[in-house]
């Protein structure tokens, strides 16, 4: 049996670049984005009252979603699911799967199973033996959003290892905006992007003392220098660098058949790497919107050697672009509802952070999802 290999970022990262560049590696078998729904459901079975169809949150602040993240963490994926639910589960798949693995909504119908691990399981199978040549040494999968959940697969696949791609946040809403031009079903809310974004920066610092299973390629330097990264992938993975994995004109898109037109915001198609495109939100995001994600992410941004343009400490706050972002259309989004709150509570944050005493254990907690990420950046990284 193949190990297991996962892909995770926020959307827009680079994701679906780097999981087809595996993809393309004869000992891979890689799908993307065809499993988020059963991790919704096993978040849901976790924590009762959470309906499957609601988003997944970011953690940040509210006593209800501390207790939401630790009913989810000290959950385990070997819990029963009610196979009852299977055929809402199974639309709810095939409505993810159908956009980037179309070719696997046909067999859907043989995850079936009576826990969480099973499903997974069934899955990775079902990737396996429609994308496979021949034996893989990995089967994987590339879901965005996802980072919370690579303990439980650490504890079910021990064998399995994680790869996180980051990118500047500053370039990640650009993309976002500037896709949501033409598909309003990517515009999602800035501040809640944001968010979701220091959270995955806030699972990565509790991982990456697991050096052995879990790596963080960023964005930059992907597109910079994409035969370097192929080659640590590769040796992260114990398989020989295949030179097919930079061949982009090449890669195959068993989704839709043919070749793969890439996944840019800018173009309808790629047949290249590009390094330029790791600075295109410099000439397309406006300066409010960069203040605003500075004074939102700066600090976090650090863990990752991403600089800031400006002064944004804590009175840096632009409140007018704060007020239009919050009330701008958006598909989906985590935050509170109520603009004072959480323009007070990012307020809050910034001055824990800049705070000479400590503050409490469970102001840390909610403003900082965990001890180690308060410390990360209190110390600048």
């Known amino acids: 049996m193949a190990d297991f290999a996962f892909v995770t970022g926020i959307a827009r990262s680079g994701t679906n670049l780097i999981g087809r560049m595996l993809g393309q590696h004869p000992a891979f078998a890689?799908?993307?984005?065809?499993?988020?729904?059963?991790?919704?459901?096993?978040?849901?079975?976790?924590?009762?009252?959470?309906?499957?169809?609601?988003?997944?949150?970011?953690?940040?602040?509210?006593?209800?979603?501390?207790?939401?993240?630790?009913?989810?963490?000290?959950?385990?994926?070997?819990i029963p699911f009610d196979t009852a639910s299977w055929p809402a589960l199974q639309k709810d798949l095939e409505g993810r799967a159908v956009h980037e693995s179309a070719d696997l909504v046909p067999?859907?119908?043989?995850?079936?199973?009576?826990?969480?691990?099973?499903?997974?399981?069934?899955?990775?199978?079902?990737?396996?033996?429609?994308?496979?040549?021949?034996?893989?040494?990995?089967?994987?999968?590339?879901?965005?959003?996802?980072?919370?959940?690579?303990p439980h697969f650490f504890k079910t696949w021990p064998s399995s290892k994680t790869v996180l791609i980051v990118r500047d946040p500053r370039a990640i809403v650009a993309s976002m905006l500037k896709m949501g031009e033409n598909d309003q079903s990517q515009q999602a809310q800035i501040l809640s992007y944001l968010r979701h974004w220091r959270k995955t920066a806030a699972f990565a610092l509790t991982l990456r003392a697991q050096a052995q299973r879990f790596t963080v390629v960023r964005y930059e330097e992907l597109v910079a220098q994409p035969e370097k990264v192929a080659r640590e992938l590769c040796r992260f993975f114990g398989v020989d660098f295949d030179r097919a994995m930079l061949e982009t004109a090449e890669f195959s898109d068993p989704s839709r058949g043919g070749k793969w037109q890439g996944n840019s915001s800018y173009d309808a198609a790629v047949s290249t790497i590009d390094a330029g495109l790791a600075e295109r939100w410099r000439s397309y995001l406006p300066e409010t919107h960069v203040a605003l994600i500075?004074?939102?992410?700066?600090?976090?941004?650090?863990?990752f050697g991403y600089r800031t343009e400006g002064d944004r400490g804590l009175s840096a706050l632009p409140a007018k672009t704060f007020f239009d972002v919050y009330g701008s259309p958006a598909s989906w989004r985590t935050d509170s509802g109520d603009v004072l709150v959480d323009m007070g509570l990012e307020v809050a944050r910034r001055a824990l952070l800049e705070a000479p005493q400590r503050p409490a254990a469970d102001l840390v907690r909610r403003c900082f999802l965990?001890?180690?990420?308060?410390?990360?950046?209190?110390?600048?990284?």
């Not at 978040?43 to 939401?68: I, N, W």
């Not at 040494?137 to 996802?146: A, C, D, F, R, Y």
């Not at 500075?294 to 863990?303: K, Q, S």
């Not at 965990?370 to 990284?381: D, N, Q, R, Y």
Request: glycine share 10%; with cysteine.
């Open 107 to 150: 067999h859907l119908g043989e995850l079936k199973a009576a826990n969480f691990a099973a499903i997974w399981q069934a899955g990775l199978d079902l990737v396996a033996k429609t994308r496979g040549r021949g034996k893989p040494k990995w089967t994987g999968v590339k879901e965005l959003w996802s980072i919370e959940f690579v």
């Open 370 to 381: 965990f001890e180690s990420a308060f410390e990360a950046l209190k110390g600048g990284g």
């Open 294 to 303: 500075e004074y939102l992410c700066g600090p976090d941004m650090g863990l």
């Open 30 to 78: 890689m799908a993307m984005d065809p499993m988020l729904p059963v991790l919704k459901w096993f978040r849901s079975a976790a924590a009762k009252g959470v309906p499957p169809s609601a988003p997944l949150h970011d953690y940040y602040f509210f006593e209800d979603q501390q207790r939401l993240m630790e009913a989810v963490q000290q959950a385990s994926f070997a």
